[in-house]
């Protein structure tokens, strides 16, 4: 993982992190190895932090794009 990667996760609001686990192509290296652990660990934690706004933000993006 780089630090831009890192610095982005981590500044990144739960609707893009979401916006990006659903609309990436295949093979993005933010879902890979240990980059990926830490994109899902994070995203996690910001889902637990405030569920609500996890049900609204997926209602937002929806799955087409």
């Known amino acids: 993982m ?3 990667q890192e ?6 609001s739960y609707y893009d ?5 659903r609309f990436s192509p295949s093979g ?3 879902f890979a190895d ?4 830490y994109f899902k660990k ?3 934690e910001k889902r637990a932090a405030d569920p609500a706004n996890a049900v ?3 209602k937002d993006i929806g799955w087409g794009r």
Do not use: H, Y
């Open 2 to 4: 780089t630090d831009e």
């Open 7 to 12: 610095k982005w996760i981590d500044d990144a």
């Open 17 to 21: 992190l979401l916006l990006k686990w």
């Open 28 to 30: 993005n290296p933010f």
């Open 34 to 37: 240990e980059c990926g652990k």
């Open 42 to 44: 994070v995203m996690e």
């Open 56 to 58: 609204r933000v997926s």
